[in-house]
Antibody, heavy 117, light 108 residues
């Protein structure tokens, strides 16, 4: 069974940094693109970033490009999202997700990031 | 970027009625890599349909999806009270995923 478990969220002040982790299990992590999606309070779902299997391709939504960095450790089945220069607009639940043409999309349970002074 | 537009914004129906939700893409979604989710307050999205028409494991058969190209439809054949939620469509064919804005289904 595919499992994705996020951690590392919390409350920070504007301008501070936070690193999210996503522990994957139940599938061959190193063979999949992985994605971060977020959902601000009361809003819809928004793509944040994704990367290919070896990190040679990475994509970001315009609002986080240059501040957030997605990375992965294929030896430990871990996905990361380093978030710098956080603003109130980054307040959201962050989900890691895996897409598959065979089984659809699997999601973690989400991790709340709150940016407030 | 593929823009997904869902309609209607809100649907208010009685138990036992049929709910039909639409998702229109700004360009064709090759391979019909469209998913539908149910989301209740405080919960993660729950995958209902993937590949436009395949039900995820454990999903009741009153939930169904259809469509291809740019027009996709999600149907709940007989509404139950627990179906009250926001439903999102999602395309995962392109490198940058996009989502519809959601349809809120209210049970009278």
């Amino acid at each position: 069974e595919v499992q994705l478990v996020e951690s590392g969220g919390g409350s920070v002040r504007p301008g501070e940094s936070l690193r999210l982790s996503c522990a994957a299990s139940g599938f061959a992590f190193r063979t999949y693109w992985m994605t971060w999606v977020r959902q601000a309070p009361g809003k819809g779902l928004e793509f944040v970033a994704n990367m290919d299997q070896d990190g040679s391709q990475r994509y970001y939504v315009d609002s986080v490009r240059g501040r957030f960095t997605i990375s992965r450790d294929n030896a430990k089945d871990l996905l990361f999202l380093q978030m710098n220069s956080l603003t109130a607009e980054d307040t959201a639940v962050y989900y890691c997700a895996r897409g598959s043409p065979i089984t659809g999309v699997s999601w973690g349970q989400g991790n709340l990031v709150t940016v407030s002074s | 970027e593929i823009v997904l537009t869902q309609s209607p914004g809100t649907l208010s129906l009685s138990p036992g009625e049929r709910a039909t939700l639409s998702c229109r893409a700004s360009e064709g979604v090759s391979g019909n890599y469209v998913a539908w989710y149910q989301q209740k307050p405080g919960q993660a999205p729950r995958l209902l349909i993937y590949g436009a028409s395949s039900r995820a494991p454990g999903i009741p058969d009153r939930f169904s999806g259809s469509g291809s190209g740019t027009d996709f439809t999600f149907t709940i054949s007989r509404l139950e009270p627990e179906d009250s939620a926001v439903y999102y469509c999602h395309q995962y064919v392109s490198t940058v995923w996009t989502f519809g804005q959601g349809t809120k289904v209210q049970i009278k």
